[in-house]
């Protein structure tokens, strides 16, 4: 990064996976989430694999779709496409309003 550049952290950034209330139906554990589909962001390859590492998730993948960016896995989420991984700076609203559930609590990046 070039010295003259200053960056200030906003906020701790936590994630986890968010469905529609639907597909969130036996979503007890993590390993529950074996044989779905996960929706993934070309802008943050890393994130499913970060999260299962991050609570000890081992389960076989249903199928995967990949998205530009997090909005539109987040809308493809709400319309019962797959199980996305989001941001909770990007999720809160759909959470409050119950258009996307979570069955698994947020948990930090480091």
């Known amino acids: 990064m070039p010295a003259d550049i200053v960056r200030t952290p906003l906020f701790d950034e936590y994630i986890r996976p968010v469905c529609c209330p639907d597909l969130a139906v036996g979503l007890s554990d993590p ?64 959470l409050a309003r119950g258009q996307l559930v979570a069955s698994f609590s947020f948990v930090q990046l480091r």
């Open 31 to 94: 390993a529950r989430l074996a044989g779905r589909t996960l929706l993934h962001t070309r802008i943050r390859p890393e994130a499913w694999p970060h999260w299962r590492r991050l609570v000890g998730a081992g389960f076989a993948v249903g199928g995967e779709q990949t998205f530009e960016h997090f909005y539109p896995s987040l809308q493809a989420a709400v319309a019962g496409l797959g199980v996305a991984i989001g941001p909770y700076a990007l999720v809160q609203d759909d």
